[in-house]
């Protein structure tokens, strides 16, 4: 804040407005209430994706030279951006430009992982540059806002969305969703190769009653505040200048008319200065919900919670003049909800050029750039985690007899993922295509074995002959590209039946079996895991999805992913999480869970039959080589509140290869005014090294990392003993600790 608007401020007057605030309030002079309830209603066009029930039926165009549609989402033709704005802006009354957005959340027209993929990198940097990518390919398509980057933290994988986030941990999920905003929005919005991002979905969605999309979430606030707002929160202190209301009920109260949420939290306590729009259709679903008794009622609680915009229902410009009217709306209001929206409009510089975005020509030049596909393989190659290599099967040998089997091998869909932007089919790569491009010809033959949840006839019969020709057996297993991501939700996160069916006769020739795992979401894979070798998860990896596989398998780099969700034995222990809190029976001592049957009562938070821990933990991911981690040093042993504390550790590449591996550190809080977790990620590094090279790593834990919710619900430090472990996943033993002074 400048010293002059903070006299004015103590002065009790409000600091000078900006050009853009301006701006805004004599545009606002100039506007009828309809025309303001216009800028505060966005729909989609005929052609747009459908995410939800149909709204009310409208005739776009008519709407538009009305002055009364403010956004417009999900347009896919590239020639109606400029035919839209035309319409907008020399044939509506004042002439105020649309804005354009979509859901750009792993690339534009080149597709980048999808983002659960792409966590896994651990890469900050590459996560941010595939987002400035994206932003040049969408501005260049005619689109200013994109729906992204979404911040809803999960633990529960049968819930479909997962796809679309950052994994179960706040502090990571924080740092890339931080990285998603500075791509999408640069340091000027008003570059036309900036767009808006939108922090999504708002808020603590990621946690819906048994996994299943858009159910009830109910939670402490304690909790909300310990591990659900942090992401939200990062993202809109690096700047973001939109946030997207979320559908579920929240402590009682949809999101999309909860002003705890829109206003206290979010304006009033965390400082948002942008605006508010509701998810699809979101206002009006509030009838559903039961908290609104028609469409009048809901646009009055939406926009008594300060909802600014609302997405697709028309609840705002078919009731709110009667809401004002009667009275129930005061139109000052209306005045506050619809400049936030011309602010925004204004610092894109849309006033002053409408037609920034896009063009036939810029879109042609800027998409689909070599160097953005070669970006988008090695997020590609990097985001793939490799869980199990038994006798080193992988890389695969130079020369060796490949059969590839299994329903993904040709499937362009399985590559891309949920909302794959405008990808194009032709220009993905396969994993047949990346396979053939890379291995000689003759060494590989391919077989479908099975479809995705079906048998198909002789399919498996053909895999098992096709192995047997073969050195080893590749099988692409998982979900479909379309089985993750909105409505995705499933009861089961194994591998179909006629999957494992597939694998086990595969298994039972007995060659080596490497098991792909395509999908969007972590899998159940202990009834499988001992008829696998390798297990290699590719997520759905995008554009270059194939090729960067064939990278991995043929040698030429080595795996280094590390999951950034954990990945359970069982659908029984969902939701599962690393970050989980010690309870007053904590389980020391595993059972034998072969004779827990005859056991006498374990008093200890576990289960009869199954450990608690997961199949693989969160962090985990192995290389072609090894790392060792040594000369841990908490150089800061003792510190006042407020006060960093640095630990060093010397990570070393034991091994034959080149490698990268994510050093982790975590933290315990080991007495506080609230139960804290069993560990915390508090920092994470990616180290590559050349086989018997090290490095040393510097990580700094501070105040603000060791911050949580206290007993009197502020969110702060406590003085205390903390214990720290460093190593590449949750499970790391390298151990230390350190003290926090009062
Ligand atoms: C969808 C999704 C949201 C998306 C919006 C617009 O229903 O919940 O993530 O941004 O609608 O497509």
């Known amino acids: 804040m400048s010293i002059a608007a903070a006299v004015l401020m103590i002065a009790g007057c409000s600091s000078p407005k900006t050009d853009a605030e301006k701006f805004a309030d004599d545009l606002l002079g100039r506007m009828t209430l309809r025309e303001k309830l216009g800028q505060m209603s966005q729909f989609r066009p005929r052609s747009g994706v459908v995410t939800g029930p149909e709204g009310f039926s409208y005739d776009l165009e008519t709407m538009i030279k009305a002055g009364e549609v403010g956004s417009i989402l999900s347009l896919r033709e590239q020639e109606y951006f400029e035919i839209y704005q035309r319409l907008a802006v020399d044939s509506s009354r004042l002439g105020i430009p649309i804005l354009f957005a979509h859901d750009i959340i792993h690339g534009c027209k080149v597709i980048f992982p999808i983002n659960l993929g792409s966590s896994c990198t651990w890469d900050v940097e590459s996560v941010k540059q595939s987002a400035r990518v994206a932003a040049v390919e969408a501005s260049a398509m005619g689109l200013a806002w994109t729906f992204s980057p979404m911040c809803d933290i999960s633990a529960d994988p049968r819930w479909g969305r997962v796809s679309e986030g950052s994994g179960e941990d706040q502090y990571l999920a924080a740092k890339l969703s931080v990285a998603m905003v500075e791509g999408y929005q640069g340091d000027d919005l008003s570059d036309s190769t900036t767009i808006l991002a939108c922090v999504k979905h708002f808020a603590a969605y990621g946690a819906p009653e048994a996994g299943r999309d858009y159910n009830t979430v109910d939670m402490s606030e304690r909790m909300f505040r310990d591990r659900y707002l942090p992401v939200y929160q990062a993202a809109i202190d690096a700047g973001a200048a939109t946030v997207m209301s979320s559908f579920n009920d929240f402590d009682g109260i949809p999101a999309s008319g909860n002003k705890w949420l829109l206003k206290t939290v979010l304006r009033d306590e965390l400082g948002f200065d942008g605006f508010v729009v509701s998810d699809y259709d979101a206002v009006h679903e509030m009838v559903n919900h039961g908290v609104a008794a028609d469409g009048a009622d809901a646009a009055r609680l939406a926009l008594e919670a300060y909802l600014d915009m609302e997405m697709t229902s028309g609840d705002y410009i078919n009731h709110g003049e009667q809401l004002v009217q009667d009275g129930v709306i005061p139109e000052k209001l209306i005045d506050e909800l619809c400049r936030n929206i011309l602010i925004v409009k204004y610092e894109l510089g849309l006033f002053e050029d409408p037609f920034r975005y896009g063009g036939a020509e810029r879109f042609a030049r800027e998409t689909y750039k070599p160097e953005s596909i070669a970006l988008a393989r090695k997020i590609a190659r990097e985001s793939m985690v490799l869980l199990k290599n038994e006798g080193s099967v992988l890389p695969l040998k130079e020369g060796g007899k490949v059969a590839m089997i299994g329903p993904f091998i040709s499937d362009a869909r399985a590559m891309n993922g949920t909302w794959d932007g405008f990808s194009e089919a032709k220009r ?315």
């Open 428 to 742: 993905t790569v396969t994993i047949e295509q990346g396979m053939r491009a890379r291995f000689p010809e003759g060494t590989l033959t391919f077989t479908r074995g099975c479809d995705a949840y079906s048998h198909i006839d002789g399919g498996v019969e053909a895999a098992v002959r096709a192995a047997r020709a073969a050195d080893v057996a590749v099988l692409t297993l998982g979900l479909p590209g379309n089985h993750s991501g909105e409505t995705s939700s499933m009861t089961s996160v194994e591998l179909p039946q006629a999957q494992k069916e597939l694998l086990a006769a595969v298994k039972a020739t007995g060659k080596p079996v490497v098991v792909l795992l395509v999908t969007g979401r972590p899998m159940a894979l202990e009834s499988v895991d001992e008829l696998m070798d390798a297990l290699l998860v590719v997520w759905h990896p995008g554009t270059a999805g194939g090729d960067a596989l064939a990278d991995l398998l043929s040698g030429d780099y080595s795996p280094s992913g590390h999951l950034t969700m954990s990945f359970p034995r069982c659908d029984g222990q969902i939701p599962i999480r690393y970050n989980y809190k010690s309870t007053g029976r904590p389980l020391t001592k595993e059972m034998d869970y072969t004779q827990s049957h005859k056991a006498k009562k374990n008093y200890q938070t576990c289960y009869l039959f199954t450990p608690n821990s997961p199949l693989y933990p969160f962090g985990y991911g192995l290389s072609y080589t090894q790392f060792s981690f040594t000369d841990l040093q908490v150089l800061d042993p003792e510190v006042a509140m407020g006060e960093d504390v640095r630990v060093k550790v010397r990570v070393t590449n034991v091994g034959e290869v080149p490698g990268t591996t994510v050093a982790q550190l975590y933290i315990r809080d080991k007495v506080a005014s609230t139960t804290r977790p069993v560990r915390e990620l508090k920092g994470f590094e990616r180290v590559s090294l050349e086989p018997g090279a090290s490095a040393e790593v510097l990580f700094t834990i501070t105040a603000a990392d060791m911050a949580f919710c206290r007993e009197d619900m502020k969110f702060a430090q406590e003085p205390g003993e903390f214990g720290l472990w460093v190593g590449e996943s949750c499970e790391a033993e390298l151990e230390g600790k350190f003290i926090v002074k009062e």
